[in-house]
């Protein structure tokens, strides 16, 4: 059972060049977040997916954009990289997100990627 | 806005004593609180969490207790051992357009020495 896949384990990018980041929950769970890591500031929410068909932006969203393809997979893509995205992203997935619903989050292990 | 405060930022122990990590949050209306360990190069992993008509919670070596009054809620391990060092991170949940979101502590990193 791998929980919350994502791709590519880490990367490095030139500013300006553009990428997209994978991620896939085989739980058959509603909810989906992105988040990234920054040291010091614990984790931040960039971008959610409460279910399928629905996305909304988190605490930090401006520089990206994010697809819900389908129930298993959520998408996080920076169209023109800049050096203050340089960061460790994390895929999480919920079963349910209302907030009454008070789901544990299962994160996946995270992309590293450097902006150069 | 929501925020959580997490202390310490560092915390070593001697393996066999307890440690202790409190958080304090902001909003009232906060329900859900848990807490995930962050081993280098992994992702977060839940470990424990609390609910608000709760007033503590064991599991095993851990255990969480809230103060809803205070709005706290703190992380105890007891007999630390050398695997249990990492980076603990808490959170608390806020609503935001009805949907339940966590807010995350900036996390303590726990040392056991042998």
């Known amino acids: 059972n791998a929980g919350v896949t994502q791709t590519p384990k880490f990367q490095v990018l030139k500013t300006g060049q553009s990428m997209t980041l994978q991620c896939a929950q085989d739980?058959?769970?509603?909810?989906m977040y992105w988040y990234r890591q920054d040291p010091g500031m614990g984790l931040r929410l960039i971008y959610y997916?409460?279910?399928?068909?629905?996305?909304d932006k988190g605490e930090v969203p401006n520089g990206y954009n994010v697809s819900r393809l389908n129930k298993r997979e959520f998408s996080l893509r920076l169209e023109s990289a800049a050096p203050s995205q340089t960061s460790v992203y994390f895929c999480?997935?919920?079963?349910?997100?209302?907030?009454?619903?008070?789901?544990?989050?299962?994160f996946g292990d995270g992309t590293r990627l450097s902006i150069l | 806005g929501e925020n959580v405060e997490q202390h310490p930022s560092t915390l070593s122990v001697q393996e066999g004593d307890s440690a202790v990590i409190k958080c304090t949050y902001s909003?009232?209306?906060?329900?859900?609180f848990p807490w995930y360990k962050q081993e280098l190069g992994k992702g977060p992993q839940l470990i424990i969490d609390?609910?608000?008509?709760?007033g503590e919670k064991k599991d095993q070596r851990i255990a969480v207790t809230l103060n809803k009054t205070a709005k706290h809620f703190s992380l105890h391990i007891t007999e630390t051992q050398p695997e249990d060092s990492a980076v603990y991170f808490c959170?608390?949940?806020?609503?935001?357009?009805?949907?339940?979101?966590?807010?995350f502590g900036q996390g303590t990193t726990l040392q056991v020495k042998p």
């Open positions: 999480a997935s919920s079963l349910l997100g209302g907030f009454e619903a008070n789901q544990p989050q299962h």
């Open positions: 909003d009232s209306a906060s329900n859900y």
């Open positions: 739980m058959n769970h509603n909810s």
């Open positions: 609390i609910r608000s008509n709760v």
């Open positions: 997916s409460a279910s399928e068909g629905t996305t």
């Open positions: 959170a608390a949940s806020y609503r935001s357009s009805n949907t339940g979101k966590l807010i």
